[in-house]
């Protein structure tokens, strides 16, 4: 359109899809919980993407402000390098991916793709636009509640809490498990607040008007820069023992 005047892009009735080659069209997977845009797609989060968010998101903890300061410079540093280099580029051949973990969505994702990256959120500064994605979580042990029917470890970071829930698929990866989530606890008493750090996907609970986030893989949790597995085998060799 000439001047500053914005172009319309119509529909047919309220509700309807735009069409797939408007830049506006969208469509929807996984009972309409999430969003794609063109040019977005989905693919399975990696072993090795998930425990490298894990690790950094643990280190990220451990950081001074001075530290994540400068870390956060460098980080946009990169990030404006990256933009000077794509600047030339056709943004319609560009390829956004998104990371996902729920196995309900396994069959519309890629299984191999290269890029995408888990981006990560401390308890408190989750909002809604992290709702149905797949996000990486920092906060502090506050309880375990934990089953043959549900387990849950709930984490605080600046007064706001979350519940961390591990659901079917991840016992269904490693059953084993069920055994170690005890460790947790012993763990958190013997050395006070401890650092959890979880890969899932982000949802609400309404009951308790906060976020919440569902785990499926079995690599999706560190307990102070721990797997539970690691955990589970330092208390058997005695590591720690007074």
Known sequence: MPGNKKRSYLRTWRNSLHSENCTHYTY?????????LSGETLAIASEDQIRRSLKQGYELEL?????????????RRKRNNRVRRNSGNNKSEQLSIVLVTNPEEVTEALNEVKGGRLLKRNVDTLTTGDLWK???????????????????????????????????????????????????????????????????????????????VSVFDKHGLLVQGKSLIDLAREYALGHFDL
Do not use: C, W
């Open 134 to 212: 797949t996000r990486t979580i920092i906060g502090y042990f506050s309880e375990l509640k934990h089953s043959k029917e549900r387990t849950v470890i709930r984490v605080v970071k600046n007064g706001s809490f979350l519940d961390i829930k591990f659901e079917e698929a991840f016992f269904a990866a490693a059953p084993e498990y069920q055994e170690m989530f005890h460790l947790i606890e012993r763990f958190a008493k013997e050395n006070g607040g401890i650092i959890i750090v979880a890969t899932g996907e982000v949802k609400r609970n309404e009951e308790k008007n906060e976020f919440s």
């Open 28 to 36: 929807e997977v996984k009972n309409g919980t999430r969003k794609l």
């Open 63 to 75: 950081m001074t402000d001075e530290e994540r300061e400068k870390r956060n410079e460098e980080n």
